[in-house]
């Protein structure tokens, strides 16, 4: 039993790493340095329709950690690889497939980070012998967990808003265990110096044009914003810049050289990995827009895709569909403009059916169609 800082923050670092993190850290528990960011950011309304990250109870615990555990004096930050991959071309045949984000192509990370993250608890209780008072958080909770990953020295956060840890990319989750223990520090004492010069190839590369500037995302051009967070119809005006992609996006991450330079990843966290299949990398879109309710529980099963919803996950098939421009999509859009009981869905349906050209679809849907929102969708693909 100890309680010497430094040996307790080796431990910690051991068993983390042999809990299946890729990287950790550790940093003090105080006020963020970052924080004053967010709050303009929030002021100029780049959250969208995300409010809850401005309610009071998510603001305080991003402003100062200590707000979420009585007597915490460490976080202890992890990070967990998943798998960067592409899927093989020769694995797409058939249809028009979607593109899922990387990230989301397994098992959801959430409840795996958090059992870790408390069996790292657990161990640290026996090492100095107490009960440790701690609280896992893993990317729901109020925490601006960048800030702190750079306080712990796993990395910078780079242009793309996102945490780049040198030798390793951005390809990463990332938890934290706010903890009652002192422990040593092991990030630097002033800000992580920016490593990305002079390079803007993230700005530039968005398809939606999202970046504001270096570290400044408006969530509401934001492609994985608008397919996962974004509960309304998509702007018709962002949709086919949104290509085939039905969950998420990697752009910023693909075209980053700090990733290029990364060694290649074999399928990232075992665990995570293990639900990632064909159609949940490359899902088929005519399948997954004919997909029933129960279907579609199965579909997203234990996977971050749930997060979506089903209304949302539908959406984003139909836009991807009128992207695809594959006219033997159009039984399905037809199908689904005059059948689906989402207004939201039967939209979006009408708009891929514009892009494909399937006016007399578009024609005879329209009389029997009450919803406005719906009626406005036909009228303006017609048009």
């Known amino acids: ?19 299946g993190f890729h990287r950790v850290g550790v940093a003090r528990a105080e006020p963020s340095r970052r924080y004053r960011a967010f709050e303009e950011w929030l002021g100029r309304g780049m959250h969208g329709d995300m409010s809850y990250l401005a309610t009071p109870e998510h603001r305080v615990g991003r ?12 976080a202890v930050v992890v990070a967990l690889a998943y798998d960067a991959g592409v899927v093989p071309a020769a694995r797409l045949a058939g249809g028009p497939r979607g593109e899922v984000a990387r990230y989301a192509r397994g098992r959801d990370y959430h409840a795996l980070m958090k059992w870790r993250l408390r069996d790292l608890a657990d161990r640290l209780s026996e090492r100095v012998g107490r009960p440790v008072a701690a609280r896992p958080c893993v990317d729901t909770a109020p925490v601006l967990e ?14 793309n808003a ?59 051009r934001c492609i994985s914003y608008l397919t996962i967070e974004h509960r309304g119809a998509i702007p018709r005006e962002l949709r086919e810049a949104i290509g085939t992609r039905v969950f998420g996006c990697d752009v910023c991450q693909e075209v980053c050289p700090f990733n290029a330079a990364a ?28 997909m029933g309710p129960a279907r579609w529980r199965r579909f997203v099963g234990k996977t971050p895709l749930r997060r979506a919803g089903r209304d949302g996950l539908l959406r984003n098939a139909c836009v991807a569909l009128g992207n695809a421009g594959d006219r033997s999509a159009i039984p399905t859009l037809t199908a689904a403009l005059t059948g689906d009981r989402s207004p939201l869905v039967r939209g979006h349906a009408a ?23 719906v009626r406005e969708e036909i009228e303006a693909a017609l048009a």
Request: hydrophobic share 45%; aromatic share 2%; net charge negative.
């Open 351 to 373: 708009w891929a059916l514009g892009r494909l050209g399937a006016r007399t679809a578009l024609e005879s849907a329209l009389p029997a169609e009450r919803d406005p929102s």
């Open 1 to 19: 039993m100890t309680a010497d800082p430094a040996a307790l923050t080796a431990a910690v670092l051991e068993e983390a790493r042999a809990l």
């Open 63 to 74: 402003a100062d950690v200590r707000a979420l555990l009585a007597g915490a004096r460490s």
């Open 162 to 220: 996102l945490l780049i840890a040198p030798g390793a990319g951005s390809y990463l989750l990332l938890g934290e265990l706010l903890l009652d223990v002192e422990l040593a520090p092991t990030g630097p004492e002033g800000e992580a110096p920016a490593r990305c010069g002079t390079c803007r190839a993230c700005l530039e590369a968005c398809p939606t044009g999202a970046f504001v500037g270096p570290h400044v995302l408006d969530a509401r």
């Open 146 to 159: 960048r800030d702190l990953a750079e306080r712990a020295g796993l990395g910078f956060i780079g242009k």
């Open 263 to 290: 060694p290649a990843r074999t399928g990232g966290d075992a665990e995570i990995a293990a639900l990632a299949d064909l159609e949940r990398s490359a899902p088929d879109l005519v399948r997954l827009l004919s």
